[in-house]
């Protein structure tokens, strides 16, 4: 059983990096064709594709948030993590890790329980 959990701060102001991490455990993050993804859920919208880093390490991102996000790996501690860089309140949402069937795919089997994120000053 794969489990996904993430954590990260809860608060930010306009301007900073978001940073999160999705610990990884029941599973590789290298095997072969997964995709770890970062999805978000903003109050009253659907969910929004972020990013993923797929199993051989390369990464993909939403055009609309490309130039301001950057997705890592630690294979050794089994972790993945998002940074978005000079966030505003648009950015308030829930964050979600997911795993994917390969780096195109959007359907997820395995999610971690999200992490609320909210853009205030």
């Known amino acids: 059983q794969v489990q996904l959990q993430e954590s990260g701060p809860g608060l930010l102001k306009p301007s900073q990096t978001l940073s999160l991490t999705c610990i990884v455990s029941?599973?590789?993050?290298?095997?072969?064709?997964?995709?770890w993804n970062w999805i978000r859920q903003s109050p009253g919208k659907g969910l929004e594709w972020v990013g993923n880093?797929?199993?051989?390490?390369?990464?993909h991102y939403n055009p609309s948030l490309k130039s301001r996000t950057s997705i890592s790996r630690d294979t050794s501690k089994s972790e993945f993590s998002l940074q978005l860089s000079s966030v505003t309140p648009e950015d308030t949402a829930m964050y979600f890790c997911?795993?994917?069937?390969?780096?195109?795919?959007?359907?997820?089997?395995?999610w971690g329980q999200g992490t609320q994120v909210t853009v205030s000053s």
């Open positions: 029941g599973g590789s993050i290298t095997t072969s064709y997964y995709a």
């Open positions: 997911a795993r994917g069937s390969d780096y195109h795919s959007r359907n997820y089997d395995y």
């Open positions: 880093i797929a199993w051989d390490g390369s990464t």
